[in-house]
């Protein structure tokens, strides 16, 4: 039996060191009506710890999800209405590389999960 990989306590996006913190699952749903959250002030991400337990593509999903929002953030991508369709996409496929480059404990992650299910 493959041993279970954790999903890492942070992901390292340019020079911010984003927290990746589980809740329960009765605040996420209940309290906040969502799965999952990035605070770009504290460079932090709620996730449902009961998804994240569950693990496979849906877990991934989520993490992505609010990871995307994290390189939004970061790249300004909402500062101004001058953005087009393919800056945003160039630079989101860019950091999204620069994640999984510097963040191997996260690719082991991610690779187990989507292949659970």
Known sequence: MTKKVELPEFIRLSHYRI????IPSEISEECAEQQG???????????????????GSIAVDLVKHEL????FYVRQLGSDGNKNEEDIVNGMATHYNEIEKNNPDYVRWKL????AN
């Open 68 to 71: 995307l929002h994290a390189i």
């Open 19 to 22: 927290t990746l913190e589980q």
């Open 37 to 55: 959250s990035f605070h770009s002030r504290s460079m932090r991400i709620y996730l449902d710890r009961g998804i994240i337990e569950e693990g």
């Open 112 to 115: 187990q999960n989507l292949n």
